[in-house]
Structures are given as structure tokens and as C-alpha cells.
């Protein structure tokens, strides 16, 4: 598997470090003049729809360890050596150590990211808006090639709208 947006994931990952695991708890919520459908947990201060870092520094998290899990199947240890070339680039990107967390399910995933345990996480379309709206997940890149992205295309028709 090639990923010829490295680029694009290495600034994703870095700018995205102080978000994955920044609050992890109510009582360090921030205020927030936007939060839009965010948990209480996150702000969106600048109204691009995702959580934005924390103003504070002192919440920002800097894990030694990344830990990489993609959208549960339903033989999730299949896809350790699948995303084996992904997660050397990650570490190679971040000089950090990366490892694989195969999930049994979506709101595992979620949870895990929303309580610090998961640093990048491949979702699948379904719990993307529960990702970015529970645990404060920030989109930045799809899978692909050189040749083109891999991915589902969307199409959304407004019922009784010319």
C-alpha cells in the first residue's frame, strides 16, 4: 500500500498532536464561546466545525508512544501488517514509536481516542461525525495513492429543493 500524500500526513499528525488526547476530563473543559455539536469537552472557536487546540499549552499532551488504530472488520489483527507501511511513515514523520490497536468496534475507537488512548485512528464514513464530535477527532487526510484517493463518494440531494 503507497501513500503518496505523506506530506499532507506527516503537518496532519503534527498539527493535530495537541488535540488528540489535549482534555480528558470535564473539569479541564476550557470556555468556549462555540462548541457547536462538540461535547463540552472541545471548542471551536474559529467555526470550522472540529475542536481546535486548546488555548492552554499546559493541556496539550506530547505521547511518547502514537497509537494507530483503522475502522473495526472483522478480523482487525489482518490489518497489522496492511498498515505496517503506514505506521513506519508515521514514526519516521514524528520520531515517535507507533503502534497498531486493532478495535473490535466503532464506539470502542471513539473511546479510546476520547480518553487519550488512541492518537490517529482511520474511520470509517458512518462514526467520523461521532469521532470528531465525541472525542474530538480532526479529518485531515484519506487514503490514496500518487494516482488517486481512495474513498466514497457523497452525494446529497434536498428532498422538495430546485
Given at each position: 500500500m503507497k501513500f503518496g500524500i505523506r506530506w499532507l500526513l506527516c503537518a496532519g499528525v503534527a498539527a493535530s498532536m495537541g488535540l488528540a488526547d489535549s482534555v480528558s476530563s470535564p473539569a479541564n473543559a476550557q470556555e468556549c464561546k462555540n462548541r457547536g455539536q462538540l461535547d463540552t469537552l472541545y471548542c471551536d472557536e474559529n467555526n470550522d466545525l472540529v475542536a481546535d487546540v486548546p488555548t492552554d499549552p499546559r493541556k496539550w499532551k506530547d505521547p511518547a508512544t502514537l497509537v494507530f488504530a483503522y475502522t473495526p472488520v472483522e478480523d482487525p489483527a489482518v490489518y497489522l501488517n496492511v498498515f505496517r507501511p503506514f505506521t513506519e511513515h508515521l514514526a519516521k514523520c514524528t520520531g515517535k514509536r507507533v503502534v497498531y490497536y486493532p478495535v473490535q468496534s466503532n464506539s470502542a475507537q471513539i473511546e479510546a481516542m476520547r480518553s487519550g488512548r488512541l492518537h490517529v485512528a482511520g474511520f470509517s464514513t458512518g462514526?467520523?461525525?461521532?469521532?470528531?464530535?465525541?472525542?474530538?477527532?480532526?479529518p485531515f487526510a484519506i487514503k490514496g495513492t500518487e494516482k488517486e484517493l481512495q474513498g466514497y463518494n457523497f452525494y446529497c440531494l434536498l428532498h422538495g429543493h430546485r
Open positions: 462514526p467520523t461525525g461521532f469521532a470528531v464530535n465525541l472525542a474530538g477527532a480532526v
